[in-house]
């Protein structure tokens, strides 16, 4: 599998403020993880994206920074169109919708540049949102979203056949999207590939398929090894697994407990919480501050059940009691993708963008103060993902981390 780390962290939106980002950050990431290259998961607001696509010469700018510190590309993160770091995003992230051209237009053109980008021999990711937010969302939206990814799949054998590089898009589910779940994925998307649909509204599973972002399967209560078998089972593969884990209170009634999770409550992103009832149901709440109720909401959620809460946590780290993390979950999904059919060619990309929110002191490692301690977290992050998930021993740790940097299957 080859390593990256997402850079949806970083707030830039234009050019300037990328190439930036390459040697303010991702140059550095590379040395302080010991790494002789390293894979950036970028992320290309749209506007960047299309003037990438339409211009050579600044592709060319962007290859040369990129290999002027040791960087290659093989993943990309389109699931936000812009504005990731606004004061305020929450809802604003799942718009354009899989309804609306620009959203189809927008992953067109980052294919076109990843196409551009790719390292000789290696095939490219792009994750994608998941339709949209649940609602509104009608039959209409529903039959717009398959055409656009039919389109999207004959474009995507075009760019094959004209380029040699193979790009695929990943659809990844989110609680309270559309698709939120993986089953809900499988159930929609795979049908959808049947030479029962006309060719304008067929999928092509060869180009289309499925990100497991580890935090959002968490959240689900899924099963790690049977969420990837449903995939594979359904004749889909899982393109691309985003390494995150989720918040997790055990027991949401424990004294201290919501005062502890209450931390995490912020104004920029969604959180999404769920609760695993005694009898195997989930409740679900659409953000924190809703699941801890307040006087205005009460009660929220139940808190009988544990919770787990969609805010990924860096992945070295385990929050102190009573609070934890789910990477339990994260090292059987990436343990069941690595046996799974094409297991070996999904990409893993580490991807904590909720640095800049976390609440001061809650983890083992505070918010981190300005680029030298962001570079350090972000480099143990991918020490921590070489160590646990792609090595079979301790001592493979820098064998592994460096030949899946530079393109090797690890």
Request: charged share 25%; with cysteine.
């Amino acid at each position: 599998m080859l390593l990256s780390y997402c850079t949806n962290v970083h707030p830039a939106e234009d050019l300037d403020g990328v190439i930036d980002q390459l040697a303010r950050y991702a140059g550095p990431v590379r040395e302080a993880a010991g790494l002789d290259t390293l894979g950036v998961g970028l992320w290309l607001p749209a506007e960047l994206a299309h003037r990438l696509d339409t211009s050579a010469a600044d592709r060319d700018r962007l290859r040369a920074a990129l290999a002027e510190h040791r960087l290659q590309v093989h993943t990309l993160n389109a699931f936000p169109y812009g504005g990731f770091h606004r004061e305020v995003v929450k809802l604003a992230v799942y718009s354009p919708t899989w309804a609306e051209r620009a959203r189809l237009e927008y992953v067109l053109a980052c294919a076109r540049v990843l196409a551009d980008l790719l390292p000789e021999g290696v095939a490219g990711s792009i994750s994608t949102l998941p339709l949209a937010w649940r609602a509104p969302w009608t039959r209409a939206d529903d039959d717009e979203a398959t055409r656009a990814f039919a389109t999207l799949s004959a474009e995507l054998r075009e760019l094959r056949q004209r380029t040699g590089r193979t790009v695929r898009v990943a659809v990844e589910p989110e609680p309270g999207c559309v698709l939120d779940t993986v089953e809900d994925v499988v159930a929609w998307l795979a049908p959808r590939t049947g030479a029962e649909y006309p060719d304008d509204r067929r999928i092509d599973p060869e180009h289309v398929g499925v990100c497991l972002d580890t935090c959002h399967l968490a959240v689900s209560f899924a099963d790690p090894a049977g969420a990837v078998r449903r995939i594979t089972d359904a004749g889909l593969r899982v393109v691309k697994v985003q390494a995150s884990a989720a918040l997790e209170v055990a027991d949401p009634s424990a004294p201290g407990a919501r005062d502890a999770v209450g931390r995490f409550v912020e104004q920029r992103y969604l959180h999404q919480v769920r609760e695993l009832t005694a009898s195997g149901d989930v409740l679900a709440s659409d953000d924190l501050p809703v699941a801890l109720g307040d006087e205005a909401r009460r009660p929220g959620l139940p808190g009988d059940g544990p919770w787990r809460v969609h805010f990924h946590v860096p992945l070295h780290h385990e929050p102190a009691a009573p609070l934890a993390a789910t990477t339990d979950v994260l090292r059987d999904a990436v343990a069941a993708v690595r046996e799974a059919p094409h297991g070996a060619e999904a990409h893993l990309d580490v991807e904590t963008y909720t640095w800049s929110v976390l609440p001061p002191d809650a983890l083992p490692t505070r918010r981190p103060d300005g680029a030298d301690e962001l570079v350090a977290g972000i480099a143990a992050e991918l020490r921590w993902a070489a160590e646990h998930l792609l090595s079979a021993a301790p001592a493979a740790v820098a064998a592994t981390a460096t030949t899946a940097a530079e393109g090797v299957n690890a």
